[in-house]
Structures are given as C-alpha cells and as structure tokens.
C-alpha cells in the first residue's frame, strides 16, 4: 500500500513527439477565489498525497502516519465533521528517507524495477522475474509504468544537463525516442495516457517553459506560462490543467534544481489552462508557493496542494 500511495502514474499513448511550435493563447478573468475557498487539510507537515477512483485523498505526515480523507462519504473511515481520519495501523518510521525504485504497473499486477545495470519485471512479491534489458545504456533515469505495454524512463532533471524521455515496450524491450535534447526535462501524463504535458528550461536552468504532448503525437509550447510539471494537475476531461505560477522566479536559481533543495520561495497564482486552445482561467491570486497539486472532482470539486513554506496540505474549493 505504501509503495502504491508513492507510486501514482498515469496512462499514455506512445507516439514520436515533434518539435514544439507556439500555441493558441488567450486570458479570460475568471472569478477569482476568496480566502474562505481556502482550508487547511492537515493537522501537520505532509510528505504526499494521492487519491484513488472514489475520491478518497491519503496522505502521510511526517511521523509516518497514514491519513485518509473523504469529501462524500466514502470508506469506512470517514469522519462526519469532514476532517481527515488517522488510520489505525503502526507509522512508518523515516519514510521521509525512504526511496521507492519499484514501480507498478497501471493494473497493479507488476513492478519494474532497477538491480545495477539491469531492467527487471516481476510480480509485487517479487515472483515470476523477467529481464527486459540486462545492460541498460541509459543512466541516471526515473521509471513510471504509464501503459500496459509501455515503460517510460525519464531522464533525472537537472537544468544543466540536457535530458529526454523514452518508451520501453515490455513485449519485445524495443526503446522508442520520444523526445530529448531537453535541459530540466520532467512530465506529466494525463488520466488517460493519451497525452502529457512537460517542462523544460534554458540550457542555463533558466525560464521554465511549459508544452503539451497531444493525442496526436504533436508539441506546441504553452504560450506565457513559466511553470513546472510539479506545480500542475490534470482534469479528468484531459483537455483542462491547473498550475500554479510563480509571478516571477529568482534571477539567481538554476531549475528545477533549486527548486527542489527548497532554496527560494515564489509567490503563485492558481490558472487553469485549456491545453487545445491555450485559454487561461485565474483561479486564485497569492496563493504562496505550492506544488504536489491534486484535483478532486466530484460535486463539490476541489483542488488540493501542499504548501512549500511549511509542508501543510491544503484544500482549495473550485464551485
């Protein structure tokens, strides 16, 4: 359970990306939200949060402890007063520490991980090993399971190191380019794998710039919009995301780097961001430095995130 709360990826549709060519971009107001949209979920600092098919949130502090949260209802730990419940069963000690190379599978019957050199699948208890490649060429990569029949490895971001991402497909361990050549590489795909979005920056570590990666295979920049992957999270329609962006970044942080060694704080605004049409919403102005975003959507849609400044989750209402 530990390893799958982690461990959270998406579906994606493998096609050979194209160079990324400016966007439709456009800005409509909005109605900005109130402070009293805004809640403090958590009793303490949070390390992530996730949420399953049911619109159950779980999250684990810094103790260890386990927390589950629900906006209707559901699971047989909700709490009538709409408070996060802790779940009974012993914390996990320095999970902060702790690092997770297995990744599972999109149904959850299989991990992938890294042993030296080598790419292994076999069952979560690790039976029924198999070796998809005995010497990997590609170094210094992070592993998601997005699709039954693709592995992604995503180059560790740096924005002084020029990174790409690749498709391993697990039937015949063939790897496909899908891009590269790209300083402070990192993605997210969206619910239904069809399509991801990526940040990257200058060959310097400067200006984040954020593009999508369509169901047809093409790239186009995200017109105006300096942000990473970390501070964004898709909708289910999967055409809608929702970022937060910094109004402006340091002169001297080299990103995502700096970003995460926690050496600045930036002041966000929360935008939802049609990616077809490049349109932008404002949702909420000064909202401080957030990433980990997460979207519930059910009849009281919310977005959650945890702050930077203290670690706190949070819970924004969108209705």
């Known amino acids: 359970m ?87 069963q012993p914390p996990v000690e320095n999970l902060s520490e702790i690092i997770w190379p297995k990744v599972f599978s999109p149904d959850g019957k299989k991990i992938v991980y890294q042993k030296n050199n080598g790419l292994f699948t076999s069952d979560p208890s690790g039976k029924n090993q198999r070796t998809l490649i005995s010497d990997l060429k590609l170094r210094d990569v992070v592993l998601k399971w997005p699709t039954t029949n693709n592995i992604a490895l995503v180059s560790k971001p740096s924005g002084l190191i020029a990174g790409g991402l690749w498709f391993l497909d697990v039937r015949n361990s063939i790897i496909k380019k899908i891009t590269d050549n790209f300083f402070g590489l990192e993605s997210l795909f969206s619910p239904d794998g069809g399509s991801f979005i990526y940040s990257y920056t200058g060959q310097n570590g400067k200006s984040p710039i954020l593009a999508v990666y369509d169901k047809k295979g093409n790239s186009k920049i995200i017109s105006n919009v300096s942000t990473l992957v970390d501070k964004c999270a898709w909708a289910k329609d999967l055409i809608n995301i929702y970022c937060a ?38 949702i909420f102005e000064y909202i401080g430095d957030i990433s980990n975003l997460l979207l519930i959507e059910n009849e009281n849609p919310s977005l959650f995130f945890i702050s930077k400044e203290n670690q706190f989750l949070y819970k924004l209402n969108l209705k």
């Open 2 to 88: 530990i390893i799958g709360l982690l461990t959270w990826y998406f579906f994606l549709k493998p096609q050979e990306a194209v160079a990324p060519t400016e966007g439709v971009d456009f800005t409509v107001p909005g109605q900005i939200k109130s402070e009293g949209n805004l809640k403090v979920l958590s009793k303490g600092p949070v390390i992530s949060a996730r949420s399953d098919d049911y619109g159950i949130l779980w999250y684990y502090d810094y103790s260890g402890q386990l927390w589950q949260w629900s906006a209707d209802g559901v699971g047989e730990n909700f709490n009538d007063s709409g408070d996060p419940v802790a779940l009974n």
């Open 245 to 282: 962006i910094p109004k402006s970044w340091p002169e001297f942080a080299v990103l995502p780097d700096d970003y995460y060694k926690n050496a600045f704080l930036t002041s966000d605004d929360i935008w939802k961001i049609n990616t077809e049409t490049g349109e932008k919403t404002l």
